[in-house]
Protein backbone atom coordinates (compact mmCIF):
# COMPACT_ATOMS: atom_id res chain seq x y z
CA UNK A 1 0.00 0.00 0.00
CA UNK A 2 1.64 3.51 -0.93
CA UNK A 3 1.13 5.63 2.17
CA UNK A 4 1.51 8.95 -0.08
CA UNK A 5 -1.53 10.59 -0.30
CA UNK A 6 -3.30 8.23 2.20
CA UNK A 7 -5.31 9.93 5.02
CA UNK A 8 -4.68 8.25 8.22
CA UNK A 9 -6.32 8.40 11.54
CA UNK A 10 -4.33 7.71 14.83
CA UNK A 11 -6.38 7.87 18.22
CA UNK A 12 -4.13 8.52 21.00
CA UNK A 13 -1.97 9.94 18.57
CA UNK A 14 -0.86 13.24 20.45
CA UNK A 15 1.77 12.26 22.58
CA UNK A 16 4.08 9.57 23.50
CA UNK A 17 4.05 6.32 20.58
CA UNK A 18 1.11 7.98 19.41
CA UNK A 19 2.49 10.99 18.27
CA UNK A 20 5.56 8.82 17.24
CA UNK A 21 3.37 6.75 14.99
CA UNK A 22 1.28 9.78 13.51
CA UNK A 23 4.82 11.48 12.63
CA UNK A 24 6.04 8.79 10.93
CA UNK A 25 2.80 8.25 8.48
CA UNK A 26 3.11 12.01 8.14
CA UNK A 27 6.79 11.65 6.93
CA UNK A 28 5.98 9.28 4.53
CA UNK A 29 3.28 11.25 2.98
CA UNK A 30 -0.05 10.43 4.74
CA UNK A 31 -2.21 13.27 5.44
CA UNK A 32 -3.23 12.38 9.60
CA UNK A 33 -5.70 13.06 11.94
CA UNK A 34 -4.61 13.13 15.44
CA UNK A 35 -7.47 12.11 17.51
CA UNK A 36 -7.40 13.06 21.44
CA UNK A 37 -9.22 13.08 24.55
CA UNK A 38 -7.91 15.36 27.11
CA UNK A 39 -4.41 16.09 25.52
CA UNK A 40 -5.35 18.96 23.46
CA UNK A 41 -1.96 20.97 23.39
CA UNK A 42 -0.07 17.90 23.06
CA UNK A 43 -2.02 17.78 19.82
CA UNK A 44 -2.35 20.78 18.12
CA UNK A 45 1.59 20.34 18.87
CA UNK A 46 2.08 17.10 16.90
CA UNK A 47 -0.34 18.30 14.08
CA UNK A 48 2.08 21.28 13.86
CA UNK A 49 5.20 19.08 13.96
CA UNK A 50 2.61 16.93 11.06
CA UNK A 51 2.40 19.58 9.09
CA UNK A 52 5.93 21.14 8.90
CA UNK A 53 6.82 17.28 6.93
CA UNK A 54 4.63 18.86 4.07
CA UNK A 55 1.12 17.28 4.91
CA UNK A 56 -2.71 18.31 6.04
CA UNK A 57 -2.63 17.48 9.76
CA UNK A 58 -5.77 18.05 12.01
CA UNK A 59 -6.85 17.85 15.78
CA UNK A 60 -10.26 15.97 16.52
CA UNK A 61 -11.05 15.79 20.41
CA UNK A 62 -13.38 12.45 20.72
CA UNK A 63 -13.62 9.94 23.98
CA UNK A 64 -13.48 6.98 21.89
CA UNK A 65 -15.48 4.92 24.73
CA UNK A 66 -18.44 7.38 23.77
CA UNK A 67 -19.92 5.39 21.23
CA UNK A 68 -21.88 8.84 19.76
CA UNK A 69 -18.89 10.90 20.04
CA UNK A 70 -17.15 8.20 17.94
CA UNK A 71 -20.17 8.18 15.63
CA UNK A 72 -20.00 11.99 15.19
CA UNK A 73 -16.33 11.64 14.64
CA UNK A 74 -16.54 9.70 12.00
CA UNK A 75 -19.45 11.25 9.91
CA UNK A 76 -16.69 14.91 10.89
CA UNK A 77 -14.28 12.79 9.09
CA UNK A 78 -16.08 11.96 5.95
CA UNK A 79 -17.30 15.28 5.59
CA UNK A 80 -13.73 17.28 6.06
CA UNK A 81 -11.65 14.28 4.42
CA UNK A 82 -14.25 12.26 2.14
CA UNK A 83 -11.76 9.52 2.39
CA UNK A 84 -9.93 7.33 4.69
CA UNK A 85 -7.00 4.49 3.97
CA UNK A 86 -5.30 3.90 7.83
CA UNK A 87 -6.64 3.71 10.86
CA UNK A 88 -4.05 3.29 14.03
CA UNK A 89 -5.91 2.57 17.23
CA UNK A 90 -3.42 3.51 19.88
CA UNK A 91 -5.66 5.03 22.65
CA UNK A 92 -5.24 3.23 26.04
CA UNK A 93 -6.02 3.68 29.58
CA UNK A 94 -3.16 2.53 31.60
CA UNK A 95 -3.78 1.79 35.05
CA UNK A 96 -3.03 -0.48 37.97
CA UNK A 97 -6.35 -2.97 38.84
CA UNK A 98 -5.17 -5.78 41.83
CA UNK A 99 -7.59 -8.53 42.34
CA UNK A 100 -9.64 -8.86 44.66
CA UNK A 101 -10.98 -5.09 44.39
CA UNK A 102 -13.44 -2.91 45.75
CA UNK A 103 -13.89 -0.49 42.58
CA UNK A 104 -14.79 -1.72 39.11
CA UNK A 105 -14.14 1.92 37.97
CA UNK A 106 -10.75 0.74 36.67
CA UNK A 107 -11.92 -2.17 35.27
CA UNK A 108 -14.63 -0.12 33.35
CA UNK A 109 -12.50 2.14 31.72
CA UNK A 110 -9.86 0.12 30.52
CA UNK A 111 -11.74 -1.90 29.07
CA UNK A 112 -14.01 0.89 27.55
CA UNK A 113 -11.02 2.16 26.11
CA UNK A 114 -9.10 -0.44 24.78
CA UNK A 115 -11.80 -2.97 23.36
CA UNK A 116 -14.87 -0.67 22.95
CA UNK A 117 -13.26 2.18 22.07
CA UNK A 118 -10.77 0.49 19.65
CA UNK A 119 -14.24 -1.54 17.82
CA UNK A 120 -16.56 1.34 17.91
CA UNK A 121 -13.87 3.46 15.78
CA UNK A 122 -12.55 0.63 13.47
CA UNK A 123 -16.78 -0.09 13.00
CA UNK A 124 -17.74 3.29 12.63
CA UNK A 125 -14.73 4.04 10.43
CA UNK A 126 -15.15 1.04 8.38
CA UNK A 127 -17.62 2.14 5.77
CA UNK A 128 -15.04 5.02 4.79
CA UNK A 129 -12.20 2.50 4.52
CA UNK A 130 -13.63 -0.44 3.00
CA UNK A 131 -14.65 2.21 -0.17
CA UNK A 132 -11.11 2.16 -0.71
CA UNK A 133 -9.45 -0.52 -2.60
CA UNK A 134 -6.78 -0.98 -0.08
CA UNK A 135 -6.97 0.13 3.40
CA UNK A 136 -5.07 -0.74 7.12
CA UNK A 137 -6.15 -0.87 10.66
CA UNK A 138 -3.10 -1.33 12.90
CA UNK A 139 -3.77 -2.19 16.45
CA UNK A 140 -1.38 -1.23 19.48
CA UNK A 141 -1.62 -4.07 21.94
CA UNK A 142 1.32 -5.02 24.29
CA UNK A 143 3.37 -8.10 26.31
CA UNK A 144 0.04 -8.73 28.43
CA UNK A 145 -1.23 -10.52 25.53
CA UNK A 146 0.69 -12.98 26.39
CA UNK A 147 2.15 -12.46 29.90
CA UNK A 148 0.55 -11.80 32.83
CA UNK A 149 0.75 -8.82 34.68
CA UNK A 150 0.81 -8.44 38.37
CA UNK A 151 -1.63 -5.71 39.42
CA UNK A 152 -2.53 -5.30 35.51
CA UNK A 153 -5.86 -7.08 35.40
CA UNK A 154 -7.87 -5.47 33.40
CA UNK A 155 -5.00 -4.21 31.33
CA UNK A 156 -3.75 -7.55 30.39
CA UNK A 157 -7.33 -8.92 29.74
CA UNK A 158 -8.06 -5.84 27.39
CA UNK A 159 -4.90 -6.04 25.17
CA UNK A 160 -5.29 -10.06 24.86
CA UNK A 161 -8.96 -8.77 24.19
CA UNK A 162 -7.97 -6.50 21.52
CA UNK A 163 -5.63 -9.39 19.91
CA UNK A 164 -8.65 -10.86 19.24
CA UNK A 165 -10.61 -8.53 17.70
CA UNK A 166 -7.52 -7.76 15.69
CA UNK A 167 -7.61 -11.14 13.94
CA UNK A 168 -10.92 -11.59 13.79
CA UNK A 169 -11.77 -8.00 12.24
CA UNK A 170 -9.11 -8.91 9.35
CA UNK A 171 -11.50 -11.82 8.91
CA UNK A 172 -14.38 -9.42 8.62
CA UNK A 173 -13.01 -6.98 6.56
CA UNK A 174 -11.01 -8.76 4.28
CA UNK A 175 -10.18 -8.67 1.35
CA UNK A 176 -9.95 -4.79 0.88
CA UNK A 177 -9.15 -4.44 4.59
CA UNK A 178 -6.17 -5.60 5.88
CA UNK A 179 -5.95 -5.26 10.01
CA UNK A 180 -2.96 -6.51 12.04
CA UNK A 181 -1.14 -5.48 15.37
CA UNK A 182 1.76 -4.59 16.73
CA UNK A 183 2.87 -5.51 20.33
CA UNK A 184 5.81 -3.03 21.89
CA UNK A 185 7.83 -3.97 24.79
CA UNK A 186 10.20 -1.59 26.49
CA UNK A 187 10.63 1.32 24.39
CA UNK A 188 9.00 4.74 26.17
CA UNK A 189 9.56 4.37 30.09
CA UNK A 190 6.43 5.30 31.99
CA UNK A 191 7.36 8.82 34.20
CA UNK A 192 7.51 7.59 37.54
CA UNK A 193 10.47 4.89 36.63
CA UNK A 194 13.56 5.49 38.27
CA UNK A 195 16.69 5.16 36.83
CA UNK A 196 17.59 1.97 38.39
CA UNK A 197 14.08 0.62 37.59
CA UNK A 198 14.84 1.80 33.35
CA UNK A 199 18.13 -0.15 33.80
CA UNK A 200 16.63 -3.53 35.13
CA UNK A 201 13.97 -3.46 32.49
CA UNK A 202 16.55 -2.89 29.98
CA UNK A 203 18.40 -5.66 30.90
CA UNK A 204 15.90 -8.03 30.57
CA UNK A 205 15.46 -7.92 27.14
CA UNK A 206 17.80 -10.10 24.88
CA UNK A 207 19.26 -6.54 23.23
CA UNK A 208 19.73 -5.34 27.09
CA UNK A 209 18.54 -1.85 26.44
CA UNK A 210 15.34 -0.22 25.48
CA UNK A 211 13.67 0.55 22.30
CA UNK A 212 12.33 3.79 20.92
CA UNK A 213 8.42 5.46 19.86
CA UNK A 214 9.88 5.40 16.72
CA UNK A 215 10.89 1.62 16.69
CA UNK A 216 6.64 1.04 17.30
CA UNK A 217 5.98 3.53 14.39
CA UNK A 218 8.23 1.86 11.90
CA UNK A 219 6.35 -1.01 12.53
CA UNK A 220 2.95 0.11 12.45
CA UNK A 221 4.77 1.26 8.87
CA UNK A 222 5.99 -1.93 7.69
CA UNK A 223 2.20 -3.54 8.53
CA UNK A 224 0.25 -0.32 6.20
CA UNK A 225 2.75 -1.20 3.87
CA UNK A 226 2.36 -4.90 3.37
CA UNK A 227 -0.02 -6.09 0.96
CA UNK A 228 0.31 -9.60 1.83
CA UNK A 229 -0.27 -9.18 5.68
CA UNK A 230 -3.48 -9.55 7.71
CA UNK A 231 -4.53 -10.68 10.79
CA UNK A 232 -0.98 -10.97 12.32
CA UNK A 233 0.82 -9.38 15.49
CA UNK A 234 4.62 -7.84 15.26
CA UNK A 235 6.79 -8.01 18.86
CA UNK A 236 8.59 -4.72 18.93
CA UNK A 237 10.01 -5.87 22.14
CA UNK A 238 14.08 -6.72 21.56
CA UNK A 239 13.00 -9.75 22.55
CA UNK A 240 11.79 -9.24 25.49
CA UNK A 241 8.91 -12.19 25.25
CA UNK A 242 11.62 -15.15 24.90
CA UNK A 243 14.20 -13.12 27.31
CA UNK A 244 12.99 -15.42 30.30
CA UNK A 245 14.27 -18.62 28.69
CA UNK A 246 17.57 -17.27 28.45
CA UNK A 247 17.57 -15.88 31.94
CA UNK A 248 16.91 -18.81 33.19
CA UNK A 249 19.02 -21.32 31.41
Not at 225 to 232: A, F, R
Request: with cysteine; proline share 4%.
Amino acid sequence: MDIRGAVALVTGGAHRVGKAITLELARVGADVVILYNQSGKEAAETAKEAESLGVTAKTAQCDVADLQAVQKMAQDVRTRFGKLSILVNSADWFAQHPVPTESYDTWHRTLDVSVHGSFYVSNELAPLLLEQPEAAIVNIIDLSAWQAWPNFTAHAVAKSALLALTRQMALELAPSVRVNAVAPGSVLPPTHYTEEKIRRSGDRTLLKRWGKAEDVAHAVRFLVESNYTTGEVLRVDGGDLIAKRSLSS
